[in-house]
């Protein structure tokens, strides 16, 4: 099993903004401004961002930033597979390997939005088996696992 830690320097910043706009051309899309400043707001954040966050985030650098045409951004940025929407806080994060080496699994911190994806075909595989086995199919290709991380399992046993 791999793990993909989130890197945000400008450098690794902006080969990622190269490597959207390259994916997004390739599939005859566009990274319109708005989109790319979505996406770089992700990206520069550690963790994850709740829509209204995002929205706040963007309002310095586009002050007539709405809700509807952010949610059309993230809409488009998730569809593209350049960020993920988490279901189990309801927020969105960057893709940290958009265009790179495939993950299947993505544990989110359910306390402060931290985000690790993780590589692991056979583990997906026995789940993908054990979902046939119900009479089901996986409708995503990822896995969303909830759990705590290290930092917060932290904070919680200096306050015990």
Known sequence: ?????HSHSDAAIAQKLL??????SQRGSRLTPLRRLVLE???????????????????????????????????????QGLIHRLDAINAWSACTD???EPHDLLI????????AELSDPA?????ADCVAQAGFVLAGHETEL???????????????
Not at 1 to 5: A, D, E, I, L
Not at 55 to 76: E, I, S
Not at 108 to 115: A, H, K, L, S, Y
């Open 1 to 5: 099993m791999n793990t993909k830690p």
């Open 19 to 24: 490597t959207a706009e390259r994916l997004c």
């Open 41 to 79: 707001t992700l990206l520069r954040h550690t963790g994850s961002l709740k829509a209204y966050e995002l929205l706040d985030a963007l309002r310095t650098a586009q002050p007539g930033a709405a809700p509807p045409t952010v949610y059309r951004a993230l809409d488009f940025l998730t569809a």
């Open 98 to 100: 958009a265009g790179g």
């Open 108 to 115: 989110v911190c359910t306390r402060c939005g931290n985000v």
């Open 123 to 127: 583990l997906s595989q026995r789940l």
């Open 146 to 160: 909830r759990a705590v991380c290290t930092r917060c399992q932290s904070a919680d046993s200096r306050c015990a």
